[in-house]
């Protein structure tokens, strides 16, 4: 079946910068828009940043706007977001999600904690 798998969080201290991993099994990512979102303790989830299925456009959130990168591997069928300068305003679980025409897939999320 279908789906993806979220890795990569983890503990870091303010500054300090992490990368997180979005694996496909079972489809293949090569076509998909693939997106990071986050959750944040008492917060609803925010969408964080987005990559085209073409590979050509990225999209961030101003909150994360020069510091996160999104990425893909068509080889390795994983995408990632590459966080730089963590703040601890960045804590959350973050989740990632592929998107095709009619199919939408999850993550089912990575915790990531921003703390000294």
């Known amino acids: 079946q279908a789906h993806l798998v979220d890795s990569g969080g983890g503990l870091v201290q303010p500054g300090g910068s992490l990368t997180l991993s979005c694996a496909a099994s079972?489809?293949?990512?090569?076509?998909?828009?693939m997106s990071w979102y986050r959750q944040g303790p008492g917060k609803e989830r925010e969408w964080v940043a987005t990559?085209?299925?073409?590979?050509?456009?990225?999209y961030y959130s101003d909150s994360v706007k020069g510091r996160f990168i999104i990425s893909k591997n068509v080889a390795k069928n994983t995408a990632y977001l590459q966080m730089n300068a963590l703040k601890p305003e960045d804590t959350g679980v973050y989740y990632c999600?592929?998107?095709?025409?009619?199919?939408?897939?999850w993550g089912q999320g990575t915790q990531v904690t921003v703390s000294s």
């Open positions: 990559l085209t299925g073409t590979g050509t456009d990225t």
């Open positions: 999600n592929a998107r095709h025409i009619d199919r939408n897939y």
């Open positions: 079972d489809f293949t990512l090569s076509t998909y828009g």
